[in-house]
């Protein structure tokens, strides 16, 4: 199908173009760029008017939990999917920690077919580092990278062994595949908030920066004594940014990503026991807060996610220290980045960069054919955009959510907080994914 998206503000984060213009779309690939109307000699079959809009890439999202398979009471792949789409998401990555672990590439394959099928949105697995996420045995990551996975993680099982891990990450970097690990000590994070004066008051059982701090100590050790890639998911403390940053200036191949949770909100938000604060990792103060903030605005972070894990009802409705972590945010990822960059004081473009080419840089040669093109807008390339209205403002309710999972921390009773920029239209290799009701 072609398609002409016409007279919308273009923004390509990668290149810092941000001009009025046109884009043609002809397939699952952009043809043209150019100013507004001066593709003239394109015949579509459908327009959009893009007047108001934001054109940008689609969202890449590195860490959403979709649910399926053995979750699906929880979140079906169609509905987490849609939420994708609906949140302007192109691409996610998803954890392996599903019923059964996608340690066999059978499982891999499967979740793919599945995912194409719905043509929703691109899906990224990562394969389980040990079989079965018990922290013993390594998998056969060539046949799971074989089967599509970008890397390998624990999700938030913990490898106690030392030895396990080093043989993991000296595997890795024989074959240039790339760990993902969730730095958190098993032994000194089983609590259920941050350690301090909230934990303290409300009588819960804390979580200590330590927990972090060790786990990155240990990583930063085995990453210098074996040269394997590693990116470290949702970076929690002022501590865990500056033992970061001080790795990635001694040239260790380190990435990092935080989630729009640990970027917004504080331990104090968790009020008199909501359990929609209830998260993993859980919030911390707000010089954590802040120090995540300027970690992501220098580079030290690389991208924000969602941190996706959406929650059944009567999981999430208990006793604060007895409800599941986690928290709907597929659908809230644009408009949290947006006001990231509005409270950093940054320009669009940069802000948007660290949800489109800053995470395809995380996922590096693992895109396959989509290197070179996906988190941008580049003639040739493919064709996943998000269409915005940045003047919009939404309440988040729980009603006017696709995902299965109804729990988010910004819930507008909640926050009382309208949220920035409202998705218009998502394109999927040139097919419209999702779209708005027709604007008054």
Known sequence: MKLL????????????????????????????????????????????????????PG??????????????????????????????????VCLPDTDPVLDEPGLVEM??????????????????????LRGEVLTEMAELTAAGCVGFSQADAAVRDTNVLMRALQYAATFGFT????????????????????ATRLGLAGVPVVAETIALHRIIELVRATGARVHLCRLSSAAGVALVRAAKAEGLPLSADVSINSLHLTDADIGFFNPDMRLSPPLRQATDRDALRQGLADGTIDAIVSDHNPVAEDMKNLPFGEAEPGATGLELLLSLALRFGQDSGLALAPALARVTHRPVQVLGAALGTLVGSAGRLVEGGVADLCLFDPGARWAVAAAGLRSQGKHTPFAFDTTGV????????????????YEAAPRA
């Open 418 to 433: 309208a949220l920035p920029g409202r998705v218009h239209t998502t394109l999927v290799a040139g097919t419209v994914a």
């Open 179 to 198: 760990v993902w690990l969730r730095p958190q000590e098993p032994w000194l994070g089983g609590g259920v908030a941050a350690s301090g004066a909230v």
């Open 111 to 132: 979740l793919k077919f599945r995912a194409r099928k719905a043509s929703l949105c691109r899906v990224f697995p990562l394969g389980a580092l040990t079989r079965g």
């Open 5 to 56: 998206i016409r007279g919308g503000r273009v923004v390509d984060p990668a290149s810092g173009r941000d001009e009025p213009g046109d884009v043609a779309i002809a397939g699952d690939r952009i043809v043209r760029i150019a100013p507004a109307g001066v593709v003239a000699d394109f015949t579509a079959e459908r327009v959009i008017d893009a007047a108001g809009l934001v054109v940008m």
């Open 59 to 92: 969202l890449v999202d590195l860490a959403a939990r979709l649910r399926e398979p053995g979750h699906e009471h929880e979140g079906m792949l169609e509905s987490e999917l849609a939420a994708a789409a609906g949140g302007g998401v192109t691409s996610v």
